[in-house]
């Protein structure tokens, strides 16, 4: 039996391979734009596919999305910009525990917050789990219930 062969120098394909997670760094991860490409179109492609990431994550997050109103796609961009995406359900859940720790979070977000807390369980690492087992979960004034696979929203009493 021969020794490994050495992998001598880095090659091309190694070089191009380095130049591409370079260029989806800057793209989805808010990192610099790498050497070679010119800032207005990485930038371009950035912005665009920040939209469509808010798009997704609104789709997902109708509640929180519509609670924001004109300050959704600002309040988006500010705290995805250096983030990459983890999916659109687990995006909305992490930008709503971010307003709510930051006490700006809506009262239509705090209640689908609550509900998905009612619902699942998300630890802000691993993919959300559906819940068995009876759940209360409160934010922002809002009070979600889940029993037998049922949800119910208490809303606080309006003064």
Do not use: C, I
């Not at 808010?30 to 994550?57: E, H, I, M, N, S």
């Amino acid at each position: 039996m021969g020794a490994a062969a050495d992998p001598g120098p880095s090659g091309p394909r190694d070089d191009l391979a380095a130049r591409q997670a370079a260029l989806v760094a800057a793209l989805v991860a808010g990192a610099p734009t790498p050497p070679g490409f010119a800032p207005g179109p990485v930038d371009a492609a950035r912005a665009a596919l920040l939209r469509k990431r808010a798009g997704d994550v609104a789709r997902h997050w109708p509640l929180l999305a519509a609670g924001l109103g004109d300050a959704w796609w600002g309040t988006f961009r500010d705290w995805a910009a250096h983030r990459p995406t983890a999916g659109s359900l687990r995006d909305g859940w992490d930008l709503a525990r971010d307003l709510r720790d930051r006490d700006t979070l809506p009262p239509l977000g705090a209640e689908e917050l609550a509900v998905r807390e009612a619902t699942g369980r998300y630890d802000g690492r691993n993919p959300p789990r559906r819940r068995r087992l009876p759940a209360v979960a409160r934010t922002g004034g809002a009070v979600a219930v889940q029993l037998a696979g049922r949800v119910r929203l208490l809303r606080p009493a309006r003064r």
